[in-house]
Each structure stands twice: as structure tokens, then as C-alpha cells.
């Protein structure tokens, strides 16, 4: 059964990279070569605001206007309240501070279909300044 859901999140792994790549100022995250298999927890995207036309922020907020959900990436550990003080203290996180603002975490999960796929990845081809063409 692990198998079976492990295969399904890889399909719709490489379908969401496919998609994704046609779309400019959009990239996905790759699972590291020497890997022997991912688990795909989550399908991310960085966005790069001046060639998408909007920051990873409002791509999800406009997201959220359609009812499809996202999340940060990440926020920086340093970044939090407690933890602010210790911020620099030996050495600067320019690429995770740089990094952090584009990540977003796109609908995910073991029961994601192909279709719901398609739809996201339709409404990031209608988000983008520049449209890129129509999926096969």
C-alpha cells in the first residue's frame, strides 16, 4: 500500500514539473539525484515575481480566490520571535532570507487526482504576465 501511494504522489509529481516547466518564471524543486526515492510531501514551486508578474504572495492569493489552497515554503527559523535575538549572530542566511518569500507549497496529498492537477496548474498559466501555451 506505501508503494502504491508513493507511486501515485511521483505521477502527480511529474505531472506538476511538466506543467510547471512550460510556465516562465515558475520552477520546481528536484529531488536530489543520489536519492533513492522521494516521498513527495508536498509539491513546491518558486516563483520568480519579474518573470511571473506576481510574487509567490499573491500567486496564492489569487490561488485562494479560485479555492486552491497553498502554504509558505518555509519561514525562516531566525526569522521567528524567539529566535530573532540570535538572528546573524555568526554568520548572515542571505539565501534562505532571499529564498523563504518564493517558495509555495501547491496542493498535495495521497488522494490528489490528476484533474485537480490540471486546474492548478491552468489557474498558474492564467496567473503569469506572460501566458505561456495551452497544456497537451
Known amino acids: 500500500q506505501l508503494d502504491d501511494r508513493l507511486a501515485r504522489r511521483q505521477a502527480m509529481a511529474e505531472r506538476y514539473a511538466a506543467g510547471i ?6 520552477r520546481t524543486l528536484v529531488a536530489a539525484p543520489w536519492t533513492t ?9 518558486m516563483v520568480d515575481a519579474s518573470r511571473f508578474g506576481r510574487d509567490a504572495a499573491a500567486v ?3 490561488l485562494g480566490e479560485l ?16 529566535l530573532r535575538q540570535f538572528a546573524h ?3 548572515p542566511l542571505h539565501v534562505c532570507e532571499a ?9 498535495s496529498g ?6 485537480q492537477v490540471d486546474r492548478v496548474l491552468a489557474a498558474l498559466r492564467a496567473l ?9
Do not use: C, M
Open 99 to 107: 529564498t523563504a518569500p518564493q517558495g509555495l507549497v501547491l496542493p
Open 89 to 91: 549572530a555568526t554568520a
Open 37 to 45: 526515492r522521494h516521498a513527495w510531501w508536498g509539491h513546491v514551486v
Open 67 to 82: 479555492g486552491i489552497g497553498t502554504r509558505r515554503l518555509y519561514h525562516p527559523l531566525h526569522l521567528h520571535a524567539p
Open 110 to 115: 495521497n488522494g490528489l487526482t490528476a484533474e
Open 60 to 62: 496564492a492569493a489569487a
Open 21 to 26: 516547466a512550460a510556465i516562465a518564471g515558475l
Open 128 to 136: 503569469a504576465i506572460t501566458p505561456s501555451p495551452a497544456a497537451p
